[in-house]
Each structure stands twice: as structure tokens, then as C-alpha cells.
Nanobody, 119 residues
Framework: QVQLVESGGGLVQPGESLRLSCEVS?????????VGWYRQTPGKQRESVALITDGGTDYYADSVKGRFTVSRDNNKHKVHLQMNNLKAEDTATYYCNAPYTAGSYRWDWGQGTLVTVSS
């Protein structure tokens, strides 16, 4: 069974940075699938933040473009999200997963990691 463990969240002030990590265990397909970061706030749908393909091509939501960078370490089965110049609207619980067919995901969701941006 695949397990996702996200870490690195915390409380920061606007303009500061955080680096999130997600370790994917139990997946033989990690290195050959697109993986990504998603975030959710209470009462809202989960949204895609950043994706990275098996070939290393990355995609970002417009709201984070230029501030966030996604990377992956296939040897360690990890995906990272470097978040710079954080804003209050980035406050959310962040999750990693791998998109599958439309609207579905390859793995069960982990517990996520909470990012709070507040002065």
C-alpha cells in the first residue's frame, strides 16, 4: 500500500519561505509518473498548486508562478515544494499525490502539512 507523508509546514510571516517535502513509500511507479502538490482550505475544494512530470517538466497554478518551485528526487521517492515570498492567501493544508485520469489520483491522500502565513 502506498503511503504519502508530507512535512515542512509551519507558521511564517508574509514574504518568508518554506520548503515542503513529501515521501512516497510503497510505490514502484513513482519515478515514471507525474506527481504534484495540492492545497486545500476549509470549505473549499482542493486545488492543484504544482506538478512535475517524470521527465522533470513543471507546471504551476497562476497564483504561485514565480514564487513556488517543485522538484523531485526519484532515488528517494520524494517530491519537494520550495515556496518563496509567501502570502496570506497561501495559507492551506498542502498535500502531494499523482494525478491519474480526469479528477482521480493514483494514491490515497496523506495527512497533509499545514502552512499558515500570517503577520
Amino acid at each position: 500500500q502506498v503511503q504519502l507523508v508530507e512535512s515542512g509546514g509551519g507558521l511564517v510571516q508574509p514574504g518568508e519561505s518554506l520548503r515542503l517535502s513529501c515521501e512516497v513509500s510503497g510505490s514502484f511507479a513513482f519515478s515514471i509518473v507525474t506527481v504534484g502538490w495540492y492545497r486545500q482550505t476549509p470549505g473549499k475544494q482542493r486545488e492543484s498548486v504544482a506538478l512535475i512530470t517524470d521527465g522533470g517538466t513543471d507546471y504551476y497554478a497562476d497564483s504561485v508562478k514565480g514564487r513556488f518551485t517543485v522538484s523531485r528526487d526519484n532515488n528517494k521517492h520524494k517530491v519537494h515544494l520550495q515556496m518563496n515570498n509567501l502570502k496570506a492567501e497561501d495559507t492551506a493544508t498542502y498535500y502531494c499525490n499523482a494525478p491519474y485520469t480526469a479528477g482521480s489520483y493514483r494514491w490515497d491522500w496523506g495527512q497533509g502539512t499545514l502552512v499558515t502565513v500570517s503577520s
